[in-house]
T-cell receptor, first 113, second 116 residues
């Protein structure tokens, strides 16, 4: 069945370090792919998305490229800030419906000054 | 501003009691969802509804119930049959029209339920 595998955390970095959070999926076809972010004590919010193969989603300095060859959608940022400390979730539509998302288990990122 | 309002933010319940979590949206979205979040387990889908007066079970529906009498509202009842109800509950909505590959979930701020 459809599933998403996300790099386990926690991840601890110093400010201005490079970030990669891996995400791979198993699905039928080529679904849209999403990264959501959850700041402490809040709900999730969309960080970026890609709707077809080779698309690159970007927002707030974060990027992720839809790689159909490796079924991956890794999240990257060249220089993290303390304010990026949050939990990051990879997600995609599953169960044969574009309206039902499956989420990874989340990766906790802590950025130290 | 449009958004999703969940209430209460914090709720305490004694064992054996039912409790209802409120979720209201003014985004005019057709679909609404309830997720449960536990440490280390990510988000798990409890129930979802794509139109008024219709809803489907998600992956962990046992011990929960919902209703969808109005487009704006999707309350979740945690019943006494739910064996481990302490968790963070997230409500979300989605606009289901338009380009089918681009639908995005909008989340509320969550409700934290603690069973004493």
């Amino acid at each position: 069945g459809n599933s998403v595998t996300q790099m386990e955390g926690p991840v601890t970095l110093s400010e201005e370090a490079f970030l990669t959070i891996n995400c791979t999926y198993t699905a039928t076809g080529y679904p849209s792919l999403f990264w959501y972010v959850q700041y402490p004590g809040e709900g999730l919010q969309l960080l970026l998305k890609a709707t077809k193969a080779d698309d690159k989603g970007s927002n707030k300095g974060f990027e992720a490229t839809y790689r159909k060859e490796t079924t991956s959608f890794h999240l990257e940022k060249g220089s993290v800030q303390v304010s990026d400390s949050a939990v990051y979730f990879c997600a995609f539509p599953s169960g044969g419906s574009n309206y039902k998302l499956t989420f990874g288990k989340g990766t906790l990122l802590t950025v130290n000054p | 501003d449009g958004g999703i309002t969940q209430s209460p933010k914090y709720l305490f319940r004694k064992e054996g009691q039912n409790v209802t979590l409120s979720c209201e949206q003014n985004l005019n979205h057709d679909a609404m969802y309830w997720y449960r979040q536990d440490p280390g387990q990510g988000l798990r889908l409890i129930y979802y509804s794509q139109i008024v007066n219709d809803f489907q079970k998600g992956d962990i529906a046992e011990g929960y119930s919902v209703s969808r009498e109005k487009k704006e509202s999707f309350p979740l009842t945690v019943t006494s049959a739910q064996k481990n109800p302490t968790a963070f509950y997230l409500c979300a909505s989605m606009e289901t029209g338009g380009f089918s590959g681009a639908n995005v979930l909008t989340f509320g701020a969550g409700s934290r339920l603690t069973v004493l």
